[in-house]
């Protein structure tokens, strides 16, 4: 069973930066592609970014644009999401998600195909 757990949220002023963390534990921990989800106040939770293990294809959501960008440090048994001029619509939960495959799924939504999450970590972007 993997277990993951996000840190790096906070409260960061419109235009500022933070970088989220992934560590997974478990058997295996670099085997699996991991997807970061949103849950933004009064939206269903949608996907941001993934990445696939190894860690050579990554996908971002359209909103993203290109502010965003996704890592795996395999010998720290983590996936980073360093988020760059975060928008105050930018706040929400962050959580990182795994499926049972090494390859992004076709379309970042949850599913019951994603068997391990973490707990999730606050993201507010405010002035």
């Known amino acids: 069973q993997l277990q993951l757990r996000e840190s790096g949220g906070g409260l960061v002023h419109p235009g500022g930066s933070l970088r989220l963390s992934c560590e997974a534990s478990g058997i295996n921990p670099n085997y699996y592609a991991i997807t970061w989800f949103r849950q933004v106040p009064g939206k269903e939770r949608e996907g941001v970014s993934c990445i696939s293990s190894p860690g050579v294809y990554t996908d971002y959501a359209d909103f993203v644009n290109g502010r965003f960008t996704i890592s795996r440090d395999t010998a720290k048994d983590s996936v980073y999401l360093q988020m760059n001029n975060l928008k105050p619509e930018d706040t929400g939960v962050y959580y990182c998600?795994?499926?049972?495959?090494?390859?992004?799924?076709?379309?970042?939504?949850?599913?019951?195909?994603?068997?391990?999450w973490g707990p999730g970590t606050q993201v507010t972007v405010s002035s």
């Open positions: 998600a795994a499926t049972k495959w090494r390859l992004c799924p076709p379309v970042m939504r949850p599913s019951s195909d994603f068997t391990s």
